[in-house]
């Protein structure tokens, strides 16, 4: 069982920078890819940006390629989210989100990941 804590977001201008964390509990964190996910009000929860257990592959949407950076520290047990330049459509409840499953590809939908964690508001305003 992995508990997932997410924390770091807010209310941000437009072209503004967050960072978000996702703590993990848990001895297994290392092998597990992780994803950010986000659902705004109305729409499904879609994909943001995953890493592999190692931090070596890492995967975008189209929607956020340039803009955001995901990386981990297996170390800290931790996964974060840059987001810069934010854009008032990036405004949303973020998720992180563990998938203990091996993949030869890591995992970009909602259904491959087990673990969730219970979400971070970020709003950007115009």
């Known amino acids: 069982q992995v508990q997932l804590v997410e924390s770091g977001g807010g209310l941000v201008q437009a072209g503004g920078s967050l960072r978000l964390s996702c703590a993990a509990s848990?001895?297994?964190?290392?092998?597990?890819?992780m994803g950010w996910f986000r659902q705004a009000p109305g729409k499904e929860r879609g994909f943001v940006a995953a890493?592999?257990?190692?931090?070596?592959?890492?995967y975008y949407a189209d929607s956020v390629k340039g803009r955001f950076t995901i990386s981990r520290d297996n170390a800290k047990n931790t996964v974060y989210l840059q987001m810069n330049s934010l854009k008032p459509e990036d405004t949303a409840v973020y998720y992180c989100?563990?998938?203990?499953?091996?993949?030869?590809?890591?995992?970009?939908?909602?259904?491959?990941?087990?673990?969730w964690g219970q979400g971070t508001q970020v709003t950007v305003s115009s």
């Open positions: 989100a563990a998938d203990p499953s091996y993949r030869t590809v890591v995992a970009r939908t909602p259904s491959e990941y087990a673990y």
């Open positions: 848990g001895r297994t964190f290392s092998s597990y890819a």
């Open positions: 890493i592999s257990w190692s931090g070596g592959s890492t």
